[in-house]
């Protein structure tokens, strides 16, 4: 079993900065594709960032591709996500996953998830 908690979620204004980060417990962590999800009212959840398990295969939805860098720290067991130049469209909770083996953009396919931690962009 893995545990996943995110944080770092909050309020800010348009332009601005969050980095969210996510503590994996439970499971070897080095060996976990690490990826960030986005959920918006009255939307599905959608594909934002991946990871590989040694750092150098990242994917980036198109939408966040630029403004969004994922990175993980495989001593500490997190993985982060810093998000610049948001935008009022980005806001939503932000889910951190975990998977074995799977490291694409269908969030059916991950077997771990935290719970959330809401980033909410003003105009």
């Known amino acids: 079993q893995v545990q996943l908690v995110e944080s770092g979620g909050g309020l800010v204004q348009a332009g601005g900065s969050l980095r969210l980060s996510c503590a994996a417990t439970?499971?070897?962590?080095?060996?976990?594709?690490m990826g960030w999800f986005r959920q918006a009212p009255g939307k599905e959840r959608e594909f934002v960032a991946a990871l590989s398990w040694s750092g150098g295969g990242t994917s980036y939805a198109d939408s966040v591709k630029g403004r969004f860098t994922i990175s993980r720290d495989n001593a500490k067991n997190t993985v982060s996500l810093q998000m610049n130049s948001l935008k009022p469209e980005d806001t939503a909770v932000y889910y951190c996953?975990?998977?074995?083996?799977?490291?694409?953009?269908?969030?059916?396919?991950?077997?771990?998830w935290g719970q959330g931690t809401q980033v909410t962009v003003s105009s």
């Open positions: 439970g499971r070897t962590f080095i060996k976990l594709v």
């Open positions: 996953a975990a998977d074995l083996t799977y490291s694409g953009r269908d969030y059916a396919r991950y077997d771990y």
